[in-house]
């Protein structure tokens, strides 16, 4: 393409972007006329936009949505409305699926391949795989001729700058939560490699492939069309990849620290359409000191549950030893059957030989800790069975049966903090939930976390104090004394306003046919305390979230959809006169 007559029509795009307009103005595209454009120049080569703007006015779509204005008028260098401008825009998100989609699918390929999960011990922006991880978004980014800052292996920065002033914060993490491999494994048997993406159907399954390497991946091609488009902006976007959001969350303060901070901020990190809401999260930490077991029967030394406090897992495991396997496993096979058939019948627990031990193990649906209700918890279950089993199986008591009265006195099976007497919620936000999650036992202690997540109604003081109370007095009825650790953050919620977010709110609803309002999460984001934070997808609300679940995956089509929507965006909110 002769670089002038590009450069002239960027500037005719860019002058038309600067007129004001009250209204967001919609693009007349339907998601069935972009359908029909992806079916018709998928399997094209298309050298840039321009080309692929000539293809698209010679189709029948072009046609039906009365495209024809528009793309003439770029392809013209003349002045194009609001409307115009915004049909441009979704032609370039198409496009960018169209050029990409398939380089943006191998990327994201090589980044799950980098196992980046914290490592006891070593300092995340210490550790080798984020290091490695650093070095290949850089290799990427400079590929792209996109400005890459590397803030002390913290935070990736890759810029995008624009005429004016105004920064505009783009938000993913390069850190994932950790996996149990062995869980790992589909209905049909087939196993499943966490760190290695695996095709199946449409599904890409792999660690990060949800939750949040994808959003890296978009944010990176996307950023790239517009820069080798010369697309002008009349502001500047950086892309923040974050290293300890799934754990430490000490990166992006300490970037905030030495840099700037984005008058606007989206994290690729959260739902469709728009999420102006996050619930507070929470921990509540219980420790019940190692003992010498007591009484006569089986001991149970060991039981696993989630990995991070903000994972419910499929499988919760326990390792009883005895003296007769055959006949607890038998016991606890029975009682197990039993319990499951009075308790929803949605879960499994089976009792297994090994040895001189027995292997009890409870396997229900692995979600999410911010969407227990889309989940089965094992953890749950395994704590609330075990302390069922007094005067049916002889157990001995030590710390692991003391978690187990304290999970089934005070939570039981409920996520909503309903035992406890702890419930509430908000009519926008919803109810708080408190999922047993997290369990560990080192030298010193069993350990057993509750993670909340907490909406708009009472203060996080005033909730501590409900839950230390409860936790209080059945400490002193019960004579176990656990040591508990409580943590709980404000919810964040934002007042829609601006023509930034009617723009994200167009873009989304219109490319997925969804209702046009504003959404909550329960999952709490880099942005939760930046100024005008909100979440931009990258999950659509009405499909189980997979983002830190046994098996996660991403379908092929929501993948390419999301590169499409986030090219769109950028553009847009790039090109308004007024955010």
């Not at 999950?539 to 929501?558: I, L, M, N």
Request: hydrophobic share 40%; charged share 25%.
């Amino acid at each position: 393409m002769d670089f002038s007559l590009k450069k002239l029509a960027a500037a005719t795009l860019v002058f038309a972007s600067l007129c004001a307009f009250t209204a967001p103005a919609s693009a007349n595209i339907s998601a069935q006329q972009s359908a029909q454009i992806l079916s018709t120049l998928n399997d094209a080569s298309v050298s840039d936009f321009r080309e692929f703007l000539s293809r698209v006015a010679k189709s029948d779509v072009a046609k039906t949505a009365d495209l024809s204005p528009a793309i003439n008028a770029f392809l013209g260098n003349k002045t194009l409305t609001a409307e115009q401008q915004n049909e441009i825009h979704r032609l370039l998100g198409l496009y960018a699926r169209v050029k990409y989609g398939s380089a943006a699918t191998e990327t994201l390929r090589e980044l799950v391949e980098i196992p980046t999960v914290r490592v006891d011990g070593v300092a995340q922006h210490e550790n080798p795989q984020f290091i490695k991880i650093g070095e290949k978004i850089k290799s990427l980014a400079q590929s792209f001729n996109l400005n890459f800052r590397n803030i002390d292996n913290r935070v990736y920065e890759i810029s995008l700058e624009g005429s004016g002033k105004e920064l505009v914060g783009i938000h993913a993490h390069a850190d994932v939560v950790p996996v149990t491999p062995e869980n790992w494994v589909l209905e049909d048997g087939t196993r499943l490699d966490p760190f290695k993406v695996t095709l199946i159907g449409d599904r890409m399954y792999g660690r990060g492939t949800e939750d949040d390497k994808n959003g890296i991946v978009v944010a990176l091609y996307a950023m790239k069309v517009i820069k080798e488009e010369k697309l002008p902006l009349a502001r500047n976007f950086k892309l923040l990849i974050d290293t300890t959001e799934e754990t430490a969350g000490d990166a992006i303060p300490y970037y905030f620290e030495r840099n700037p901070t984005p008058e606007y901020n989206l994290a690729l990190d959260g739902s469709y359409p728009v999420v102006i809401a996050e619930k507070g999260y929470g921990t509540v930490m219980a420790r019940f000191p190692r003992r010498q077991a007591e009484g006569t029967g089986a001991e149970i030394i060991s039981m696993t549950g989630g990995m991070a406090t903000n994972q419910i897992p499929s499988r919760s495991v326990a390792i009883l030893v005895t003296d007769k396997p055959a006949e607890l496993a038998a016991s606890l096979q029975k009682a197990g059957a039993e319990y499951a058939q009075h308790n929803g019948g949605d879960f499994k627990i089976s009792a297994t030989v090994d040895g001189k031990n027995v292997n009890l193990t409870v396997t229900g649906v692995s979600a999410h800790s911010s969407e227990p209700e889309s989940g089965v918890n094992p953890v749950a279950r395994m704590l609330d069975f075990i302390n069922s089993l007094d005067g049916k199986v002889a157990l001995k008591h030590n710390p692991i049966t003391d978690a187990a009265r304290y999970a089934s006195d005070n939570w039981g099976l409920d996520y909503l903090g309903s035992k406890l007497g702890v419930g509430f919620a908000d009519e926008f936000m919803g109810p708080l939930t408190a999922s047993l999650t997290y369990v560990a036992m080192d030298d010193k202690a069993f350990k057993l976390a509750v993670n909340l997540r907490v909406p708009k109604g009472k203060s996080p003081e005033t909730l501590k104090s409900e839950i230390a109370g409860k936790l209080d007095a059945w400490t002193q009825k019960s004579h176990i004394k656990p040591a508990f650790d409580y943590s709980i953050a404000e919810p964040m919620y934002r007042n829609p306003e601006g023509e930034w977010v009617k723009s994200l709110l167009a873009v989304a609803t219109e490319n997925l046919g969804m209702e046009h309002k504003f959404g909550t999460s329960a999952g709490a984001t880099s942005v939760h305390e930046l100024p005008n934070g909100v979440q931009f997808g990258l999950a659509k609300p009405d499909v189980k979230y997979t983002g830190h679940t046994d098996s996660e995956f991403k379908t092929t089509e929501q993948f390419l959809m999301d590169l499409q929507i986030v090219t769109e965006m950028m553009g847009r909110i790039g090109q308004l006169p007024k955010l």
